[in-house]
């Protein structure tokens, strides 16, 4: 289970599958309009809860849509 913050504010919490802890995820978050509106840069945070592993991040990346 982790939490990801942009600039300190909730975006989600996501709880994996702990028998698939060899498996790859591919997932996709969007990120409100309203968390990045009128600023140039953000801070993404990926932070494990308390008592658990976020695991590794192997690519990351924000997409302009």
């Not at 990926?46 to 590794?56: E, P, Q, Y």
């Amino acid at each position: 289970t982790f939490t990801i913050l942009v600039d300190d504010l909730l975006l989600t919490e996501t709880t994996l599958n702990p028998t698939e802890a060899n498996k790859f995820y591919n997932i996709a978050y969007d990120i409100p309009i309203t968390m990045t509106q009128g600023k140039s840069k953000i801070t993404i945070k990926i932070l494990a809860n308390k008592g658990k592993t976020a695991g590794r991040v192997f690519v990351s990346r924000i997409v302009n849509r």
